[in-house]
């Protein structure tokens, strides 16, 4: 017998083989990066929850130097983010312009992780959507988070229930809503900042759910035809939940439908009714 019969042969993978291999990697990737894709969205939600928390050390660090006031704007340099934003190490901004590079840090606590910039890089401000962060102020600042303006934002410009008053009186009238329909700046329950597509929003409970919405608008738009209210923070950024910051500082995410059940002022009439599938 020669060394050649006896030699153990070395063989390659045959087709049906490699077919099988390539079968068996694939099946894994399916039910791999489902997962993968779940934990970073997880992770993406966390960052987002902290950010909303650096949020409420900022409010409760300019009420304490404020005589527990709400914060009050009449829009540019002195909206909600930039009176905040000395309370968390970006002093500047309290006089300083509207740059987005200026805002250094802080800026970067206003965008949601699950958020880009937008793709429209022009200085027109616009809304946003779900995935896409907001540009306020001739496109100079972008973010993916919104005031409860009845605790605090916009005056009369955008609430025509204040009606157009001289700044003075707008002021007033924007610290008695405060007081009469928040109560405290310490309620556990009135929503202060929430995840959304516009800079600032007054909910009321007879704001239409996602299912009257007109056609073209669904959750990851948000419902934005002049809409002032809940349709500005009901978008499907978290997998059909969102978060919130609470007035005392506490931070809960929460599923799309519990946003009627909020109590946004006082006198807001919560719902529990509301069922929201995602379209």
Same mark, same amino acid.
């Given at each position: 017998?020669?060394n050649a019969q006896t030699k153990r042969e070395i063989k390659g993978f045959t087709l049906i083989e490699l077919l099988v291999v390539i079968a068996v990697i694939a099946m894994l990737l399916a039910i791999i990066t ?117 605790? /605090?934002?916009?005056?009369?410009? $955008? ?6 008053? &001289? ?5 007033? *009238? @924007? ?46 738009? /948000?419902?934005?035809?002049?809409? $002032? ?6 978008? &499907? ?5 969102? *978060? @919130? ?35």
């Open positions: 017998m020669t489902p997962a993968l894709k779940k934990a970073k969205d997880s992770a993406r939600s966390i960052t987002c929850r902290s950010s909303l928390r650096q949020m409420g050390i900022g409010f409760s660090s300019y009420y304490a130097e404020n005589n527990d006031e709400a914060l009050y704007s009449a829009g540019g340099e002195d909206f909600w983010f930039l009176q905040i934003a000395p309370y968390l190490g970006d002093g500047k901004m309290k006089t300083g312009g509207l740059a987005e590079e200026e805002l250094r840090s802080t800026m970067q606590i206003l965008k949601c992780p699950m958020t880009k910039a937008p793709e429209d890089a022009g200085a027109g401000a616009y809304f946003g959507n779900a995935r896409e962060q907001y540009r306020y102020a001739y496109g100079q600042v972008a973010g993916s988070y919104t005031i409860n303006a009845w605790v /605090g934002g916009w005056d009369y410009k $955008i609430n025509p229930k204040l009606g157009h008053v &001289n700044d003075a009186q707008a002021r007033e *009238n @924007l610290m008695r809503s405060y007081r009469e329909k928040s109560s405290s700046r310490n309620r556990a329950d009135v929503p202060i900042v929430a995840e959304g597509i516009w800079v600032d929003t007054y909910p009321e409970d007879t704001d239409q759910t996602p299912d009257k919405w007109p056609a073209g608008k669904d959750l990851s738009t /948000g419902n934005i035809n002049g809409d $002032i209210g809940l349709g500005r923070i009901i978008t &499907n950024r978290h997998g059909m939940s969102t *978060n @919130l910051l609470y007035c005392d500082g506490h931070v809960a995410s929460t599923q799309l439908d519990t946003l009627w059940a909020q109590q946004w002022h006082k006198k807001f009439m919560k719902r529990y009714e509301v069922t929201i599938t995602k379209r």
